[in-house]
Nanobody, 115 residues
Framework: QVQLVESGGGLVQLGGSLRLSCAASGSASSIYTMGWYRQYPQKSRDLVARVTSGGSTFYADSVKGRFTISRDYAKNMAYLQMNLLQPEDTAVYYC?????????WGQGTQVTVSS
């Protein structure tokens, strides 16, 4: 079992920045990919970014050049640095983690960008 706790969401002005954090506990040593999805109201979750245990990263086209995902393997943490935030980035952001057998999710954190 892996537990994920997110923090760092909130309200930010257009063009501002936020950093989301995701703390993994439990069987965190079995995690190979961590990342973030976001969900708009009445919509499914979309992948925003992910980072593998080897350090390979993936970004959705909509966030490339603005968001940076990183991982502290020693602390079992993942971070999403979000810059140049736009109103369309307003969503609930969910941290996730893959192990060989399961996918785990955080509770979600609201990010709201005001114009």
């Amino acid at each position: 079992q892996v537990q994920l706790v997110e923090s760092g969401g909130g309200l930010v002005q257009l063009g501002g920045s936020l950093r989301l954090s995701c703390a993994a506990s439990g069987s965190a040593s079995s995690i190979y990919t961590m990342g973030w999805y976001r969900q708009y109201p009445q919509k499914s979750r979309d992948l925003v970014a992910r980072v593998t245990s080897g350090g390979s990263t993936f970004y959705a086209d909509s966030v490339k050049g603005r968001f940076t995902i990183s991982r502290d393997y020693a602390k079992n943490m993942a971070y999403l640095q979000m810059n140049l935030l736009q109103p369309e980035d307003t969503a609930v952001y969910y941290c996730y983690a893959n192990t060989p057998s399961s996918v785990y999710w955080g509770q979600g954190t609201q990010v709201t960008v005001s114009s």
